[in-house]
């Protein structure tokens, strides 16, 4: 009999680690254009988080696998992100800026990968439960986003970084209330191989690239659709009820979502993902002006991030066995922060160069890559 399911510990911490992503994703770019940053600037400052995103997951996912203490680097790294992002009070310089970007995001993206482990763990055979723990980070993505983007219709972006360090105290709380467990071996394990051998099977690293692709292509959304909206003439409140909807409908497809496994493979459902955000990206650079298409894009979000994260969880839990679940993670959040921060970087440059419509246009054309790669490479296989 497995043991009772701390569920709403477990939500609380997606709760407010979503918050956060809610506070940045959407406000970000809009806080440095506040601070008058230029486009090409803008891009590289926000890339530099998902480029720590490359570095810091692998480092802590080895120190969580061989040290056990994922607890820990999870408590530790959310006190490190709070106390470090506090410094962006001292200067607004570009290099300061560029700073604390690099030093908080190095212990954010510590905690989210050992933290799936241990919920993993704490659902042992209920897997199929994940996406209903998980949809409380999209929950709290909503509640920030509608938040922030009706605060800032009536008060100065100057709070804006007040408002992020209070929703990092709050991931600091809540780790503290999570129970610690640790992955189950499972049976042959010990023939399995290391990290390596499990990285070689086939499609494994396919996998990955597609991870980094599709990342990539989501480089113009994170950081300029706040900023292309304001320029079509969004006002910033419906701008923020325009990133909720998105993540409504990923809550919605959150609570679907065992049946959708129980009924596709995890590589339909992986290239279903891709084929949408390739047509989401065209609709959103070129026919953004037109609502009803607007709100038909961000409807699509469910699969562009939420039928996308729930399978590569499932897909990275089956392949990597209990001692290399912390690296197979953190691989993934390094392969996603790689590709972010390089759809980042390619969007600041190109935003003033070639306008939005190309510069979505090269985000579908990623996405169509990686649904060609992910049908042709990832192995057959039976029904999550």
Known sequence: MQPALPYWRLSSFYFFYFCLLGGTAPFLALYFHHLGFSSARIGELVAIPMLMRCVAPNIWGWLGDWSGRRLAIV???ALATALSFSTIFLSHSYAWLAMVMALHAFFWHAVLPQFEVITLAHLGQRTETYSRIRL??????????????KLFELASLDAYPLALLAIMLGIVASSWWVPNAQPSWRQGAEEAGGFLAQLLQPGVLAFYLCVCLMQLSH????????????????????IGLLWALGVVAEVILFLVMPRLLGRFTLRQVLAASFLLAALRWLLLGSLAEHLLVLLFAQLMHAATFGSFHAACIHFVQRTFQARQQGQGQALYAALAGTGGA??????????????PAWTFAIASLAALGAAIMISTCLKKEERA
Do not use: K, N, Q
């Open 75 to 77: 408590r530790f790294g």
């Open 219 to 238: 480089g113009p959304y994170y950081t300029f659709l706040t900023l292309h909206l304001e320029a079509l003439g969004y006002s910033r409140g419906v």
């Open 136 to 149: 409380w980070g999209s929950i709290g993505f909503i509640c920030t986003v509608v938040g922030l983007g």
């Open 342 to 355: 390089l759809g980042s970087l390619y969007s600041g440059y190109s935003w003033s160069s070639l306008g």
